[in-house]
């Protein structure tokens, strides 16, 4: 079902985040205007082996960096926020699983309401929420202004119009 612009809260935001589970749910928890998605590396191992005369090159142990989400805003107090928060302030630590619903601006948010891109986060943790510092007395709105992860393992999945 596609959603209504003039109704919509987040259809100035590019990077919807919800949880890994509704991934299709079409009320997410966030909506951020700038995202930086984590890189993949691997690592090289040599081994020299018996009777040859150069090192032989194997993939090593794969990396995941870290994703930063800026420029957002959370509609209402979430469990999102209250783990984001709890997680930074020193409350039990846990790991939780997100995804991001990429929109493109030439799409009209999708066909049917779909992403074109979806970003699923395995095993997140935040490790640092930088609040705005800018506050509008006529908004409700929970602005963020940053918010960085940690992240063991990362898909992406291209949606199919």
Same mark, same amino acid.
């Given at each position: 079902?596609?959603?209504?612009?003039?109704?919509?809260?987040?259809?100035? =935001?590019?990077?919807?985040?919800?949880?890994?589970?509704? $991934?299709?749910?079409?009320?997410?928890?966030?909506?951020?205007?700038?995202?930086?998605?984590?890189?993949? /590396? %691997?690592?090289?191992?040599?081994?020299?082996?018996? %009777?040859?005369?150069?090192?032989?090159?194997?993939?090593?142990?794969? +990396? &995941?960096?870290?994703?930063?989400?800026? +420029?957002? #805003?959370? +509609?209402?107090?979430?469990?999102?926020?209250?783990?984001?928060?709890?997680? #930074?302030?020193?409350?039990?630590?846990?790991?939780?699983?997100?995804?991001?619903? *990429?929109?493109?601006? *030439?799409?009209?948010? $999708?066909?049917? $309401?779909?992403?074109?891109? %979806?970003? *699923?986060?395995?095993? &997140? =943790?935040?490790?640092? #929420? +930088?609040?705005? $510092?800018?506050?509008?007395?006529? /908004?409700?709105?929970?602005?963020?202004?940053?918010?960085?992860?940690? &992240?063991?393992?990362?898909? &992406?999945?291209? %949606?199919?119009?």
């Amino acid at each position: 079902m596609a959603r209504a612009i003039d109704t919509d809260f987040y259809h100035n =935001f590019r990077f919807h985040v919800s949880e890994a589970q509704v $991934g299709t749910n079409l009320d997410p928890v966030a909506g951020f205007r700038s995202a930086s998605i984590p890189d993949l /590396s %691997v690592d090289m191992s040599e081994y020299r082996e018996g %009777v040859y005369l150069y090192t032989r090159k194997y993939p090593g142990i794969p +990396k &995941v960096g870290d994703c930063s989400l800026s +420029k957002g #805003v959370a +509609k209402k107090d979430s469990d999102f926020l209250r783990w984001l928060f709890k997680c #930074v302030n020193g409350g039990e630590t846990y790991r939780s699983d997100i995804t991001i619903q *990429e929109y493109h601006i *030439e799409d009209e948010f $999708g066909i049917n $309401g779909s992403p074109s891109k %979806v970003i *699923e986060l395995f095993e &997140v =943790f935040p490790t640092s #929420v +930088k609040v705005t $510092g800018d506050k509008d007395a006529s /908004s409700s709105d929970i602005a963020i202004q940053e918010i960085s992860f940690a &992240v063991e393992e990362i898909r &992406v999945k291209l %949606v199919v119009t």
